[in-house]
């Protein structure tokens, strides 16, 4: 039995996991793989914080761009919370061997982001939430944190509102475990990832955690934000980092025409790149006046990306790009302490909706939230647990025999492809009735057939088959509650704009 039992391994979860082991409580993390492939590897912009080495700014500035950002969505509350908590943050982060990259007078360097009025952003070249993740799991590794990996969460056990523990999959042996857990920290990202075939996340980041909570009763919330990045690559929807932008890059059609304010909030940009792509026309990327030298100290990354993926060079090529789902502003609805409306119930990160972001992320917010509210959600869930004993309860066990026992008639990968389609386009940057109202019969339709959908693989060891079979019912779940969300709300406000 666990004190602090955490939910996935990325930014989130290994800073709660550091705060709750130094409290000397006993502390397991579970992870789905292993905690270097969380998506907190793909952040590359930066970690906002108002130091006082950029003399043009201040936390109230800081405040007052994540606010706006918000559409005023957001809580004042919580944003001022984050916001004050930054530099300690980001100077917490150093004192534990984040390598930074430095300004020639050897202070934490700093780049502007999109809606950021200022140099705020503090980063590693373009590889920031990646050094973060590696600087904290270095540091779990230190403290002899528990780590058991390749487990995949199946349920949430809960005893009259009280969390008692968790169901897993393991994937190894395919067979169900049971933790037993004073308090459980879901830290399992977002849910990007049902816009399969148009995001920048991985085929993980499906809201898992979110829709697991949701079933146990915990309130959801902001559902209907969904951020799209501008700059995804073309064919393949791979991030291109705001840094780029930030460091003075253009956004071009292919007459050579500049169409937007580039540092404009995403959602803005979002839908000025997709009026272009509307009208028939291709849009760029054009960072080729930054020079070679520039782009391979600062944005090597991006450089590779290119190359790899679109068979472009910037240095003397456009990036073709197109937005894509990137951030999921929604998710389990949380108190100032990051507890659910489950007692002992705990979510942070992106599977949380805190406050901080409203209706719109604004870019550099994402590494700060993990950190700085992973540290929060650590020590608010070891308080917790100190406040609580544990009795044992009756579990009614994951049934995986139900899955194996399924009819294969319909192939569910390619309803993964088609509901990624429909959402993109239907319940994607510009919305209106009609196209929702597609969306949701679709879904519905998809539900109805889950009878249908079985195993092809029906081996008992390292059965992916199984695993994306669950996460696709998930989907389809989570999937419907973002469409209803969609629906409900009828004005527009940041990343959801309803055309009707």
């Not at 937007?260 to 760029?284: C, H, M």
């Not at 869930?381 to 544990?390: I, R």
């Amino acid at each position: 039995m666990y004190d602090v039992l955490i939910i996935g391994a990325g930014g989130a979860g290994l800073s709660a996991a550091l705060m709750a082991q130094k409290e000397g409580v006993k502390v397991a993390v579970i992870c789905e793989g292993y905690p270097t492939r969380s998506q907190t590897s793909m952040a590359q912009g930066g970690i906002n914080a108002a130091l006082a080495n950029v003399e043009d700014d201040s936390i109230l500035m800081h405040i007052e761009d994540t606010l706006k950002a918000s559409g005023e969505v957001g809580s004042k509350k919580m944003i001022s919370k984050m916001c004050e908590d930054a530099p300690n943050t980001v100077k917490w982060l150093e004192s534990i061997g984040m390598p930074y990259s430095r300004t020639e007078d050897n202070k934490i360097a700093q780049r502007r982001l999109g809606g950021a009025s200022s140099q705020r952003a503090c980063y590693a070249q373009d590889f920031t939430g990646l050094k973060i993740l590696h600087t904290l799991y270095d540091q779990c590794l230190k403290e002899d944190i528990e780590f058991l990996n390749e487990k995949f969460l199946l349920d949430f056990s809960l005893e009259d509102n009280v969390i008692k523990g968790v169901s897993v999959l393991d994937i190894h042996k395919t067979e169900v475990e049971f933790y037993k857990a004073k308090t459980v920290i879901v830290a399992t990202g977002g849910y990007s990832a049902l816009y399969y075939g148009f995001t920048t996340n991985t085929n993980q980041s499906t809201g898992d955690g979110i829709a697991l909570a949701s079933k146990a009763g915990a309130k959801l919330s902001n559902m209907e934000f969904v951020q799209f990045h501008p700059t995804g690559l073309k064919k393949s929807g791979i991030l291109i980092s705001e840094s780029a932008r930030g460091a003075g890059g253009y956004l071009i059609n292919q007459k050579g025409e500049r169409f937007t304010d580039e540092l404009a909030p995403r959602d803005k940009v979002s839908r000025a790149i997709y009026a272009q792509l509307q009208e028939g026309n291709e849009v760029f990327l054009d960072i080729r006046h930054f020079g070679e030298a520039f782009i391979d100290e600062n944005i090597p990354q991006e450089r590779k990306l290119s190359i790899t993926y679109e068979g472009v060079d910037p240095v003397t090529e456009l990036i073709p790009i197109s937005p894509v789902a990137h951030y999921s502003m929604g998710g389990i609805s949380v108190d100032e302490n990051m507890m659910s409306s489950v007692d002992g119930l705990f979510a942070v990160g992106e599977c949380a909706q805190s406050g901080v972001h409203g209706a719109n992320r604004l870019g550099g917010n994402s590494l700060l939230e993990i950190v700085s509210f992973g540290r929060l959600a650590g020590m608010s869930a070891v308080k917790y647990s100190q406040s609580v004993d544990y009795q044992d309860v009756e579990v009614a066990m994951y049934d995986i025999e139900e899955i194996y026992d399924l009819a294969n008639e319909i192939n569910f990968y390619e309803k993964r492809e088609e509901l990624g389609k429909e959402l993109y386009k239907n319940v994607g940057i510009v919305r209106d009735e009609k196209s929702l109202l597609s969306a949701q019969s679709l879904i519905l339709k998809m539900e109805k057939e889950l009878d249908f959908m079985g195993l092809g693989d029906r081996s008992r060891v390292y059965n992916t088959n199984l695993t994306e079979l669950i996460k696709f019912r998930n989907s389809i779940e989570l999937s419907k509650i973002v469409v209803q969300s969609a629906l409900e709300r009828k004005e527009s406000m940041g990343a959801h704009y309803r055309e009707n």
